[in-house]
């Protein structure tokens, strides 16, 4: 695979998957994994990413599924996207599609998706520091998208009784639960995510269901990423290397 500049290759450590990342785009984090086992599939669905940037998520989760549809507007990731598809071998099972998902309609019909993911933009543009490179600044603050945005395009191409999962930023969970409950989302499933034991969550993993039943949310125990020592806990080193937990 010919690179082009500012770009490299990176092992993911699933499944035999690499990835080509531009330096000075906005490279995937451990954020992305973490959806990935999160989210609920089915052998028979087919689901959407929306705001895929550079891939991680249908190649992560193409293995599981029928058929990943993914849909990026920067250019240059949507390209890095299609071209770590076929980089691979995964033509067949992941469809990249270089759109803005304000406009869904344009390239999905409604009601497609049995599950649909996405890692937003976390922070508005009134809050952080916006960094000087279009991209890293597109994919961290909403500048093209914002939250009600990104929540509506999946209750547009959701099957009734579809899945939606996303990973957000904890303070912003009361804003994620109310546009859901807009777009006739129900959350049904929440973990908060925590660096350390004893540090707070600085990420939630939320998933709804498209017309589902009021109530009924289940909170997981908190997923803690590492070890007082700094490795990662036995949970995050089964996502990487499942044969772990026979250890």
């Known amino acids: 695979m010919k690179l082009k500049p500012f770009e490299r290759i ?17 490279c995937f984090s ?37 058929k990943m549809y993914a849909v990026e507007l920067n250019p240059v990731t949507a390209d890095l996207a299609k071209r770590n598809v076929l980089m691979n071998k995964l033509a067949d099972k992941i469809v990249i599609c270089e759109g803005d998902y304000r406009q869904i309609g344009k390239f999905y019909p409604a009601q497609f998706a049995d599950f649909a993911v996405a890692n937003p933009p976390y922070r508005p543009l009134s809050q952080g520091n916006i960094n000087n490179t279009d991209g890293i600044a597109k994919a961290r603050h909403e500048i093209t998208a914002t939250l ?8 547009y191409v959701l099957k009734y009784h579809g899945r939606f999962a996303m990973v ?15 777009n006739g989302i129900v ?16 990420m939630v993993l939320i ?5 589902g039943a009021a109530g009924g949310l289940k909170v997981d125990i908190p997923l803690i990423v590492h070890e007082p020592g700094g ?12 044969e772990t937990s026979q250890i």
């Open 10 to 26: 990176d092992d993911l450590l699933i499944d035999g998957l690499r990835i080509i990342q531009n330096e000075r785009q906005f």
């Open 30 to 66: 451990l954020d992305a994994v973490l959806l990935a086992h999160f989210t609920s599939t089915k052998k028979n669905w087919q689901g959407l990413d929306l705001g895929t940037g550079t891939g991680v998520m249908p190649l992560l989760l193409a293995k599981r599924v029928k």
């Open 148 to 155: 009600a945005d990104v929540v509506r395009a999946a209750h």
């Open 168 to 182: 957000h930023l904890p303070e912003r969970l009361s804003e994620i639960i109310v546009q859901m409950n807009i």
């Open 187 to 202: 959350p049904k499933r929440l973990r908060f995510v925590q660096p350390k034991i004893e540090k707070p969550p600085n």
């Open 207 to 211: 998933e709804g269901v498209a017309g």
């Open 231 to 242: 490795q990662y806990t036995k949970e995050l080193m089964q996502y990487y290397y499942p």
